[in-house]
């Protein structure tokens, strides 16, 4: 992964006499500063890549019939959709900051919709995101604060950087499309004021001290375009240190389990590499990938499941991944292949693109879930905790909810377009991702160049680039040569360069004339993939593309509204199939229509595989409405063999990825998922929506008060109130102790506290009672359960009543009520 040897191959020309040369290349090199496009400035280690201009790219294809759904999905409906992009008293929008709305959901939505609206071209889309960002620039207090006054005190008196940290992301995107250099001066202003607030008051609650790398991404940004004319110079780069101080340390590991923060955080080390110059730092980021993907994420698509966190020995592939993770993994991607020139960035970007990123939403873009995992067969809005950690309705499509997925999806697709080409530091191009497009650019001395990319790339093998220049012009095209590639060709109008290898960048120089053409074919063979961590599990890919079976979708509208609805996706047809490995499968190209406008629609599948499999009749649904977790492969079955249809991961939106190997004469006898004893009925005065009170009893012991893996209960966003919690009996119970595990999550920046008091109710002979305490206490200890006993009583129901602490919620993580006898 860190190689760096060239190994050399020539192109014959076309008339055999002349020969044209140019290398292969494991990770591109830096050789010079490009003239016309912005990369790292000194001592920022040099960047092999550097972005081009928004509008210097032109999606087309399926590409662009993507973009126009997100537009035209509420994505870029949000605003009539989302309440918290309700302009009125929006604190964004205010001059002074004052108002309502103001956390994160503005900036997460606007930094998609700004590149969406600039990537399409569309003025209408584009004046609607200056209306946005402009009162934003304008309203830049003196000392350099930007954005809703609430954040600049909110944590007990500190300021929360997080929401800003989205804002000056939108910022960049905003000025790579209108060039408007007010932004680099609000920029300038907000961090020489980041710089000026004490240590003790920087990034110290939960999700900016988490997240610190988003924030010097954009330092580095301001750094390499702000010049010292301007105000600019090195006193960013001790902005640089100060966050990394002062934020979490991602150099130490996989230090913490939530999906997003991972996504987005764990290149922090790397970010901190192109500073100090430390391989060590660089390899970290690597190392913290493989290690999550290793433990959790032993599934097709690029993953790893973390419905909310990931959750120690929670590694079926049915768990999930929450989608804002997927929009930041591939930003994350699309930065580390700028910054490293490594081709494993984009052909992880590519997997979690094609993969998993189309099945989060429906085909039209017009709704989204919460969660999506590799195996998942049914799609409703029941409550699936603690199969997966979040409760409530997580799995359906709804374009009303999922708060910060809701905000934060669109900007997948706009930003996986912005990187399709990128300017080289020796002033050429290189193709980083593959969809069809059109990009122009300087190279060369100054040439103006286009290309057109011509391919149904990634449900075929053949990319064709046509060239048009202003005038001839001697400068390198890099291609992709994607790793699962062992066998690529490329042809320079119409001649082949013999070449071998995988994983590495086809660089061609020479000197280049409108009318040339490349051609480069990718060939795609059937995969299969043995996953150790799931018990001997396959996964089948063919050249970027996973493969699902093929399930029936019924989807049944289940709220929403008229031109909004959500929907429950039910399957048609049986899902719970292995495969039997010992006949081939076969592929078969299906109709590619280039106009059809939803690309990832079942309507739209190119291409299919035919495998082999039998039907395994004790894998069902568990008691949570979820695939059972895999057991031991090959799966011991009599049922018999017949023909099953996969089909490309990304066009499935009930989907079976990772299937049990089958035999009829040797393996393992499955047995009928074991279900659990139900949890104790149970109600409350109040619960929130993402909470539910099946945790009080689902038998899980907490490793903390703060533990966010486990599923909890919790009276949020309740504050200072009286609330209950009572488990409902169906017959009297002597009762003599109960002992209850308070949720706490100060340590991680939440606004949940063990209560001020509790006491115990329960309810004898149809009335309540207040039990008589006679050992232990109302204690709130954290970090353990606290224990009450009382005189034996008789009763049907008891009942926690708990007073809240003033400015604070509280919860429970679980809930003991033993029997004391008959």
Known sequence: MFCTTIAFFILSSHRGGAFLSGELVPKLPTRGENHFYVGNRPPLMPS??????????????????????????????????????????????????????????????????????????DPKMIAVAKKWVEPMIEGQESDGWFGPRSNKTLNNGAPDLWPNMLALQAFESYYLGSHDSRVLQLMKKYFQWELSVPKSQFVKSYWENMRVADNIASVYWLY??????????????????????????????????????????????AEISFLNGNRSDLEATYSDLAAMRHIYGQVPGGMYGADENARPGMTDPRQATETCALVEMMMSDEYMLEKT???????????????????????????????????MVELDHGNKAPGIQDGGPMLDYDPYDFRCCQHNSGMGWPKFAEHLWMATSDNGLAATLYAPSKVSARVGAGEWVMIREKTQYPFRSHLHFSIGLSRPGKFPLDFRIPDWCSHPSLFVNGHRASISGSGNWMVVSRVWKSGDFVDLHLPMKIQTKDWQGQKGAVSVKRGPLWYSLKIGE??????????????????????????????????????????????????????????????????????????????PSPALVESPVRKLTLIPMGFARLRLSVFPVVSDHH?????????????????????????????????????????????????????????????????????????????????????????????????????????????GGYTTKLDRYNKVQFLPIKADRIRLVAKLKDGYSGGILQWNCPFAGG
């Not at 918290?84 to 959901?105: H, I, M, R």
């Not at 590519?350 to 995992?373: C, G, I, Q, R, W």
């Open 341 to 375: 020139g490594d081709p494993f960035w984009a052909d992880h970007c590519e997997d979690v693109t094609f993969n998993d990123l189309p099945a989060s939403m429906t085909s039209n873009e017009k709704a989204l879930h919460y969660l999506t995992a590799p195996n």
């Open 554 to 631: 019924d989807f049944v509208v289940d709220g929403g509204t008229k031109n909004w609805p959500a929907y429950d996706v039910h399957p048609t047809t049986p899902w719970n199939y292995g495969l039997d490995l010992h006949k081939p499968m076969t592929f078969r190209k299906l109709p590619v229509d280039e106009n059809k406008t939803l690309p990832f629609s079942e309507k739209a599948i190119p291409e299919v595989l035919t495998a082999y499999g039998r039907s395994i009749p004790q894998w069902k649904l568990d008691q949570y409405g979820l695939v059972a977790t895999l057991q």
């Open 48 to 121: 092999p890549l550097e972005r081009l201009p928004i509008q210097a790219i032109e999606p087309q294809g399926w590409l662009q019939s993507e973009l126009t759904n997100e537009a035209h999905g509420f994505t870029g409906n949000l605003m009539h959709i989302s309440s918290f992009l309700n302009p009125k008293n929006n604190a964004w929008l205010s001059p002074t900051g004052q108002g309502v709305n103001g956390w994160e959901e503005v900036p997460y939505w606007l930094r998609g919709y700004v590149d969406l609206a600039y990537v399409r071209r």
């Open 667 to 775: 393996g393992t006898a499955w047995k009928m998922p074991r279900l659990p004893e139900p949890p104790i009925p149970a109600v409350a005065s109040h619960c929130y929506g993402g909470d539910t009170v099946n945790a009080l009893s689902d038998g899980i012991h907490p490793t903390s008060s703060d533990d966010q893996a486990k599923n909890r209960f919790t009276w949020w966003d309740h504050k200072g109130t009286t609330e209950w919690v009572e488990y409902k009996y169906s017959a009297n119970h002597l009762l003599s102790s109960t002992s209850v595990y308070w949720f706490d999550d100060k340590p991680t920046g939440g606004e949940c506290r063990v209560p001020q008091s509790w006491t115990v109710v329960v309810r004898h002979n149809h009335h309540w009672v207040p039990v008589h305490v006679t050992a």
């Open 224 to 269: 390499d375009r702000l010049p010292r004319s301007e105000g600019g110079g090195k006193w960013m780069l001790a902005l640089v240190k100060k966050l990394a101080s002062n934020g979490a340390d991602w150099s130490k590991g996989v230090i913490n389990l939530h999906g997003v923060n991972f996504a987005q955080s764990f290149r922090e080390p």
